[in-house]
């Protein structure tokens, strides 16, 4: 079990369902949770960029590959 503190409490019993935990973690630290809140949706935002950009340059770099086979397959030919 958990005591509740002045500290989050990160370690909640298991029989709590998720959405319990959740408003638990909200009526302890409601300045905290908000903060932790938006953290994990501009680390969500940040890795959402990220893998778009990861993606566009494989992408470019797929193009610029397969453009190079093409020109050097011409020139064979």
Excluded: Q, Y
Aim: with cysteine.
């Amino acid at each position: 079990m958990c005591v509740v503190d002045s500290s989050v409490c990160t370690r909640l019993p298991a029989h709590l369902n998720t959405h319990e935990a959740k408003a638990l973690m909200w009526m302890r630290s409601r300045r905290k949770g908000i903060f932790i809140i938006i953290i994990i949706i501009i680390i969500f935002i940040i890795f959402i960029i990220i893998i778009i950009i990861i993606t566009i340059i494989i992408f470019i770099i797929t193009i610029t590959i397969i453009i190079i086979i093409i020109i050097i397959i011409i020139n064979a030919i």
